[in-house]
């Protein structure tokens, strides 16, 4: 069955570091993978999409993502963090069926000054 | 501007009650979906609908239903059968059901049970 992991729940940095956000999927057929930014009490935006065009994707606000086949991975990376950054990111990917998105469980991020 | 509504923004619910969460469209997309957020579990699938007059189960379906009698509406009612309604509704759309297009969110509807 499809799955997405994402490693760890919160994420500290400091501004102007690198941002390392891990998602990990499952499934036997290439995927289709998704990033969503979700700031409080909101609904969730598209950052970026693997749609299987390139394996480096460029997404929003300077965030990127690559999708390593070998590795069943999709990491979302920024350079440099701003305080802005700071939210749930979500990694998703279509279900077995192909009919909805399915999500990971999120990871926080924050940014310190 | 083109995007997905929900109404209310907040909500509130005696035990008990049936409530219904509204989720309108005008991006004529084809399928809409009904998800639950709570803290630390990400997005639960609670419903799709890839076509008007149809609709799936998703994975936590029991104590929830929902319609799709128009194209650009999908209202989830929260009955009282779901023994804990209390999270974040997220309602959204996708051009078409085949999931290698991005959905597009709602702002969310925060049902609290008092």
């Known amino acids: 069955a499809q799955s997405v992991t994402q490693l760890g729940s919160h994420v500290s940095v400091s501004e102007g570091a690198l941002v390392l956000l891990r998602c990990n999927y499952s499934s036997s057929v290439p995927p289709y993978l998704f990033w969503y930014v979700q700031y409080p009490n909101q609904g969730l935006q598209l950052l970026l999409k693997y749609t299987s065009a390139a394996t480096l994707v460029k997404g929003i606000n300077g965030f990127e993502a690559e999708f390593k086949k070998s590795e069943t991975s999709f990491h979302l990376t920024k350079p440099s963090a701003h305080m802005s950054d700071a939210a749930e990111y979500f990694c998703a990917a279509p279900n077995q069926a192909g009919t909805a998105l399915i999500f990971g469980k999120g990871t926080t991020l924050s940014v310190s000054s | 501007d083109g995007g997905i509504t929900q109404s209310p923004k907040y909500l509130f619910r005696k035990e008990g009650q049936n409530v219904t969460l509204s989720c309108e469209q005008n991006?004529?997309?084809?399928?809409m979906y009904w998800y639950r957020q709570d803290p630390g579990q990400g997005l639960r699938l609670i419903y799709y609908?890839?076509?008007?007059?149809?609709?799936q189960k998703g994975d936590i379906a029991e104590g929830y239903s929902v319609s799709r009698e128009k194209k650009e509406s999908f209202p989830l009612t929260v009955t009282s059968a779901q023994k804990n309604p209390t999270a974040f509704y997220l309602c959204a759309s996708s051009i078409h059901s085949q999931m290698n297009t991005e959905a597009f969110f709602g702002q969310g509807t925060r049902l609290t049970v008092v």
């Open positions: 609908s890839q076509i008007v007059n149809d609709f």
């Open positions: 991006l004529n997309h084809d399928a």
